[in-house]
C-alpha cells in the first residue's frame, strides 16, 4: 500500500521495494505458524523519511529487519538500491548490511570503549578509503557530541548514547539507515531531539530513513506513514 509524499517534498526514485513480502515463524507441538508479516508490497522513495507505525506484535520490526537483511523473508521480493535482498546468501548479507545504518532501540554500545571508538567499531577490521577516526570525529560533532569522544557509555545520558549509535550507523555513509524503535528508551525530549537529528540528516545527507515506532508523534514528523496491523498494512493506524 502506497501512499502520497506530503505536499511540498518532489518526487524522489524509489530505493526501496517490497512485493509479496510474507514472514511465518513455526510454532511447538504442530501447531499453526504465527504470520508476522502477511502479503506486504511498498516502495520507499529515496532521500525521505518513513515511519511503519503499529502495535506490539503488529510486525513492524519485522518488516525493518527483513528489509536490513537481518531475517529472511518466506515469500516474496525485497530489492534496495535495485538490488534482491531477499534470496541473499548469510555472507552475502553480512556484506550488505556494512553498507546501510542500523540503529536500535537498545543502543548496544560497548560498555569499555569511549563514544570515539564504539563509532569506529563497525569499520575498524575493515580497510576504508576514509581515515576511521577522522570520520568517526566529524560524526560526533555532526551529533552535537564533539565533546564527549573520550567518555564512556557510563557517563552519557540515554539521549547522548542513542546519538552515539546513530554517528556509528553512520560511518560507512549510507543511503539507507533503518531505526527500530529509536526513541523507545527516551523521554519526550529526548526523543524529539533525536528525531530532529533523523530529520537533518535526510535534509544535508540525503539519507533514506524507516523507522519503526509506537509514538504518533514521531510518526506525525514523518514524510509518510505506514500503518501495520496483524502484519498487514492497514488504511487506519
Known sequence: MDEPPKQGRPAADPLVRLRGVRRM???????????????????????????????????????????????????????????????LSSAAAAAYRRGIGLVFQRFHLLPALTALDNVVVPVLPFRTDFDKHARARELLALVGLADKAAALPSR?????????????????????????????????????????????????EGTTIVVATHDTDIAARCDQALHLRDGRLTDKP
Do not use: W
Open 25 to 87: 515463524f513455526p510454532m511447538p507441538a504442530g501447531a499453526p505458524p504465527v504470520v508476522a508479516v502477511d502479503d506486504v508490497s511498498l516502495t520507499i522513495a529515496a532521500g525521505s523519511v518513513i515511519a511503519l507505525t503499529g502495535p506490539s506484535g503488529s510486525g513492524k520490526s519485522t518488516l525493518l529487519h527483513m528489509i536490513g537483511a537481518i531475517e529472511r523473508c518466506d515469500e516474496g521480493v525485497i530489492e534496495v538500491a535495485g538490488r534482491p535482498v531477499s534470496g
Open 156 to 204: 552519557l545520558s540515554g539521549g547522548q548514547q542513542q546519538r552515539v549509535a546513530i554517528a556509528r550507523a553512520l560511518i560507512n555513509r549510507p543511503s539507507l539507515l533503518l531505526a527500530d524503535e529509536p526513541t523507545g528508551n527516551l523521554d519526550s525530549h529526548n526523543g524529539a531531539a533525536v528525531m530532529d537529528l533523523l530529520l537533518r540528516l535526510r535534509d544535508e
